[in-house]
């Protein structure tokens, strides 16, 4: 069965402060790997999205990484701002099927407090 | 601006109604999806379609029902028969995997929140 798992569960920094958030996936055949930011009450948007033969990608402050051999994953945050505080959900996209076929992570709750 | 819009953001439900979600989007994505959120859990799909006047079941249809008659358009109903309808509902479109090789143009709504009352 095709899973995606994250760690933390939840995660509290200090503003300003860098962390990592984890994922780790048993999808398989693999095709690619996003991480989405999801404010509370609002639907998920896109942060990065790396195919199996890319490792690492960069949007501003959010940089992921990949390692397929392993299938781990991970997000850097870098000087976070109080505006991070969301959830961060890891989906990961086999490579036969559509969009149907996405496994979703259950998130890690980051807060970023001052 | 093109991207998907859900209303209402909020809705309340008594036992035994049916209501209706509505999905809208400008993007001219062909493939639209709807999900299932709970707290601690994933997102779990309910239903999809690739292309208008046609859908397929996610991995928890039961209680549901939707239609495609618009490709702008994909409205979801939930029905009395759906005992744990409590949830935050987000609908998703796209362009379909063939021809969009990993659905990098897979967008949300900003989501429905369903309470049964």
């Known amino acids: 069965k095709n899973q995606v798992e994250q760690s933390p569960q939840s995660l509290i920094i200090l503003e300003g402060k860098n962390c990592t958030l984890q994922c780790n996936y048993t999808v398989s055949p693999f095709s690619n790997l996003r991480w989405y930011k999801q404010d509370t009450g609002r639907g998920p948007v896109s942060l990065t999205i790396m195919t199996f033969s890319e490792n690492t990608k960069s949007n501003g402050r959010y940089t992921a990484t990949l390692d397929a051999d392993t299938k781990q994953s991970s997000l850097h945050i870098t000087a976070s701002q109080l505006s991070d505080s969301a959830s961060y959900i890891c989906?990961?996209?086999?490579?036969?099927?559509?969009?149907?076929?996405?496994?979703f992570g259950t998130g890690t709750q980051l807060k970023v407090e001052l | 601006d093109g991207g998907i819009t859900q209303s209402p953001k909020y809705l309340f439900r008594k036992e035994g109604q049916n209501v209706t979600l509505s999905c809208e989007q400008n993007l001219n994505h062909d493939a639209m999806y709807w999900y299932r959120q709970d707290p601690g859990q994933g997102l779990r799909l309910i239903y999809y379609?690739?292309?208008?006047?046609?859908?397929q079941k996610g991995d928890i249809a039961e209680g549901y029902s939707v239609s495609r008659e618009k490709k702008e358009s994909f409205p979801l109903t939930v029905t009395s028969a759906q005992k744990n309808p409590t949830a935050f509902y987000l609908c998703?479109?796209?362009?379909?995997?063939?021809?969009?090789?990993?659905?990098?143009?897979?967008?949300f709504g900003s989501g429905t929140r369903l309470t049964v009352v």
């Open positions: 989906v990961v996209s086999p490579s036969t099927g559509g969009g149907n076929k996405l496994t």
């Open positions: 379609s690739q292309i208008v006047n046609d859908f």
């Open positions: 998703a479109s796209s362009i379909p995997g063939s021809r969009d090789r990993g659905n990098y143009g897979y967008t």
